[in-house]
Structure formats: C-alpha cells, structure tokens
C-alpha cells in the first residue's frame, strides 16, 4: 500500500472537518427563519433586502439605529446572501454551516502550524466543529455573526503563526486586516490580542523560559505587547463603536438584571459554561437568571475560580497548555458575562461559548497529549478523543432539529429550563401565530407566573384575551401593561375599550399617547377608528389624512379614508368602520 503523500494529509484533514460539519449540520436544511430575529434582521430589514445601493452601504457603516450592535460586516454579508438566494431560507443556514467548517479549518491549520503536531491540532478543530455547545450559533441564522468573526479570528491565528515564524509588514497587515474584519462582524474579536499574547507564551514560545518562575521571560513582555498596539487600537475602536450602538438601546425584557444579580451571575459563569462544555445537556435557547442564588453556590463558585487559576499557574511552567487553556477560556468570557447588558441578555447563552470553548479543548488535548506519551497509547487516546467528537457530533445532530421553527425552539426551551419567562412568552407568540390561541393563553399564563409583571407577557396576554373576545379579562392585562407607560401597551388598552363600546375613554387614551408621541401612527388610526365608531366623522377623517401627510402611502389609512368618504356620499348612518 502507497503512502499517502505528507502534503495531501492536511488537505485530507480540512475535508474531513467540512465533512463532519456537513454530517452534523445537514438537518439545519429543513429549518425556517425564526420570528426570533431571523425575520427583523433579514426579511423584514430594507438594508438587506435593498441590496449594496450607495445609501443602504452608508447605512451600514453609519447609522446606529439600523442594529443593537455595530457590526457592519455582517448586514453586509446578510445582504450579499439575500441577493444570491432571496428568501431561501436552506440557503441562508447553509452560509452558517460553511463559514463554521471555514472556521474549523483555520484553526487546524493555525494550531498545526503553532505546535507541529497535526494530530492533536485536528481533534481540537473536530471537537469545535461536533460540539453540540455550537448549535445555536451555527443553526440559528441571526448568529451569523458568530460564525462570521471566528472564521476571521481563525485566520487571524494563521497569519500570527506565520508572522511569528518571518516578521514582516506583509504578515503583520494580515492579522491586522483580519481582526478589522472580526471586529465589523462581532465585536467578541476585541479579544484577539489578549489571545495573541497566551499563545507567545505557548506554543509559540516566545516569551517561555521553562527555568524562570511560571516558565515565563519577563523581559519578552514589554516587546511583546508593544508589538500589538495596532491590534489594541482596533480593540479600543471596537469597544467604541459598541458603546456608541448601544448606548441607548434599553431592554424592557425580563432578563435585564440589577447589577449585584450581574455580579453574581459572571461570577458563576466559568462552572456553568465549563458544565456546559463537560456535559452538554439541556441546552436551552433561553437561560434564565436564578434569583437569588444560594451563598454557598457564589462562594463555591469563587472557590473554583481561585482553585483553577491557582492549578494553571502551578502547572504554568511544567504544562503551559494549560494555564494558557484557563485563561483563554476565563478571558473571553469576561466581555459576554453579563456584566453590561444592552438588550435581552440571558444568564448565559450556548453562542457566548464558541470562542472561550477552544481554550478548553486545547488544553485537554495537549495534556493529553503530553501524558501518554508516544507509542499505542498516543494512538489509543486519539482514538478516543475522535469517538468523543463522534459522539458529540450525534448529539448536536439531534439539537440542531430543535431549531426548526419557534414553537419547537421554545417549547424545548421551557421544558429543560425551570421558571423561564422569556422562553415561554415566545413560546405563546409562536402558538399564537399559528392559530392555536388557548395554548398561547396558557403560555402567557406561565410565563407571568415565572416572572409577574413581566410587560411582554402581559401585553401578549391582553392581545390574546382580546382576540378570543374576552375583553373585560383581557382590559385588566391591558391596564397593567400600560402602567409602564409604552405608548404601544397604552394603544392596546385603547383597542380594548373601544371593542368593548366606551369609545370615549379609547379617545381620551389614544390622544394622550398622541400628544407624547404625535408621529405614532398606529394610535392615530385608532384614534380615528374610535371616533368614526363614535359618530364623529370628520374628526376621523382629519385624523387619517395626518396619517397620510406623515406617511404618505399607508395602506390602512388609505383604506379607511376611502371607506369614510364611500359611507358620506351615500348618506349611510351608522358607524363607517
């Protein structure tokens, strides 16, 4: 038998990685956009569905108020699938899955180039591609810039292997060019530096001294940091233009957290995460904060910060794979802890583990590595690594038909979580859409029960007392709703009353929204219907043709105005509408 050639085993390699990316994430075909995103970011976004016109570009890069998060890059690639496949959505969580096996191929690569051991960089790659931890940033089309940054902080990597190998401008404007790139598409990629700075300790040994306390040349230090203040600089711009999108970004969901309730939950985050890594089970779409945790579960949890950062350290000269391993995986944790939230954030969520997770797989491999030696038992214990990546893969198989559509997404959310509110709000929206009305009800229902006072759920609930013609019930929810003074609740409210025939109490209401928010026109249209209902008219049709002078062309405005003006030409009596 022929040896194959030592050039083609790489090649060999990265086509085994696409091929068990593929194997893992072929379900992903069948799945729809989720209302969860999905839909505003691309369907219902002019930016993407507009294309590259000089505006929307401009648009991108520039205008804030087009996303929560600054991430140009993305949109961008969003509007170059959606005009290669349009509303196709296969297509779309096929782009996910490439740029994941892209990923993973760099990442061979760079580790390969790093350590020279091909076998134990390959097992890493394979464990990131079949993690089921994975999952939601890679079957979820919204995430794509997860997979998007990391193919770019992957080749980041690479070009680093190359530059620390022959300094030159050339390779450093790679990494340069690839980290701006990262940061356009999530701005996690901030991180690269402080990543680049561990692996010069290891593999790449330029500042190790294995005779020096923490096997560490503290001379090497300075220069070594000098080196990457361009790279900070990006940093620096990243974190600027993230607060500059989010600044006034507020989130009205439950997930929002106090700040001591932050504090304790990022102090929980490395044990949870770890566990998620471990034992990856009851995977959620939707973490909830646990209120009030218990002291001994914080103090445990700061113990086991304390301990493992202390092992790292110990074993920091013998086995700098592993010191390097923790604190990669410790470090990239601290930007998506929770510590700011500028929107809907869980207590943890699977994607927020797809950078830190390759800081753990490196170091159990390489330690793995380095204790069974050469000989069958290196053998032996890749083959066991690969048949846990196997493994790990059937069941990221099975997570990704969970992502199918919402009503799946968030029943399976509710069910492996406890006292979810967010998940079982969504939930009720995707049961409402397809009709099954008391099923929401009920949803609603527990999700109030999770969370009282939560707004979402309450306005959802009222919606849906409405719809099935229990107004009375659904007036209450409706006045709950409104205490928080949205002016969407509070035109709720206003619907509420008028199907129930107190058109003056939903007159009064609507024009105190309009009078805080004189350009909302779902309220004046209310406004207008009311007083129509009400026998006034030409107050209604006033209040339309303002509709039409602030937006011009809107259709229902349109349509009622026709409708008033049909009802005066004949004489009719009666409400009009």
């Known amino acids: 038998m022929k040896k194959i050639p030592s050039k083609l085993i790489p090649f060999l390699a990265c086509l085994a990685l696409a091929a068990g990316a593929w194997a893992v994430y072929s379900p992903v075909t069948a799945n729809s956009f989720l209302d969860y995103d999905d839909r505003g970011l691309l369907e219902n976004n002019p930016l993407v569905t507009g294309g590259f016109t000089r505006e929307n570009v401009r648009s991108v890069f520039l205008d804030f108020r087009q996303s929560d998060y600054w991430n140009p890059g993305t ?14 959505p296969a297509a779309h969580h096929l782009v996910n899955v490439a740029l994941h096996a892209a990923s993973a191929m760099l990442l061979f690569l760079a580790l390969w180039y790093m350590t020279g051991a091909m076998g134990a960089a390959f097992l890493v790659a394979a464990l990131f591609v079949a993690h089921p931890v994975n999952v939601e940033g890679v079957a979820w089309i919204a995430e794509r810039k997860n997979v998007l940054s990391q193919f770019f902080f992957s080749a980041a990597l690479l070009a680093w292997a190359l530059y620390a190998e022959r300094r030159s401008p050339a390779r450093y404007a790679a990494v340069f060019t690839a980290m701006a790139l990262g940061v356009m598409s999530k701005q996690i990629v901030m991180l690269l530096p ?11 040994g330029r500042a190790r001294d294995p005779e020096a306390p923490l096997g560490l040349r503290i001379s090497s230090l300075p220069g070594l ?47 949870r995460y770890l566990g998620k890594i471990f034992w990856p089970v009851n995977l959620a779409a939707y973490y909830p904060y646990v209120q009030h945790p218990a002291t001994w579960k914080l ?18 000269r013998k086995r700098p794979c592993l010191a390097v391993g923790w604190f990669w995986f410790a470090g990239c944790l601290v930007p998506v802890a929770g510590l700011v939230q500028p929107g809907l954030w869980p207590a943890m969520a699977d994607r927020f583990a797809y950078l830190p997770q390759i800081g753990v797989f490196c170091a159990v491999v390489f330690f793995v590595r380095e204790r069974v030696g050469d000989g069958k038992a290196r053998w032996a214990a890749a083959a066991l690594c690969l048949g846990l990546a196997v493994f790990l893969g059937v069941k990221a198989h099975a997570q990704v038909g969970v992502w199918k559509n919402d009503a799946s997404l968030f029943a399976h959310a509710a069910s492996v979580t406890q006292g979810n509110a967010v998940a079982e709000n969504a939930l009720g929206m995707a049961l409402k859409k397809e009709g099954r009305l008391p099923e929401a009800l009920a949803a609603f229902g527990r999700s109030l029960e999770a969370q009282p006072g939560y707004f979402k759920a309450l306005t959802n609930k009222a919606i849906t007392l409405a719809q099935l013609g229990r107004h009375q019930e659904a007036l209450e929810f409706f006045r709950s709703a409104a205490r928080k003074g949205d002016p969407n609740s509070l035109t709720n409210l206003g619907r509420s009353l ?9 007159v009064d209401l609507y024009e105190r929204v309009l ?46 105005l026709e409708k008033l003006r049909v009802h005066q030409e004949k004489g009719l009596e009666g409400s009009p509408l």
């Open 498 to 506: 008028a199907a129930m025939g107190r058109f003056p109490e939903a």
């Open 194 to 204: 402080f990543c680049l700075v561990l692996l010069d300790v290891w593999p790449l």
């Open 75 to 88: 949109t961008l690639s969003h509007m170059a699938a959606w005009s290669l496949f349009g509303a196709d």
């Open 515 to 560: 009078a805080d928010y004189p350009a909302f026109a779902d309220a004046r249209v209310n406004l207008a219907m009311a007083l129509a209902a009400a026998g006034r008219v030409p107050e209604a049709q006033a209040q339309l043709k303002r509709v039409l002078d602030d937006h011009p062309g809107h259709p229902l405005a349109s349509r009622l």
């Open 225 to 271: 940091l000098a080196e990457k203040i361009p790279l900070f600089g990006l940093t620096v711009f990243s974190v600027a233009m993230g607060y500059l999108s989010t600044r006034s970004y507020v989130s009205d969901y439950a997930g929002q957290a106090l700040l001591d309730g932050r504090v304790q939950n990022a102090l929980m985050a490395p044990a």
């Open 299 to 316: 103090v445990g949890a700061a113990l086991f910060i304390a301990t493992a950062t202390a092992l790292a350290l110990w074993q920091a």
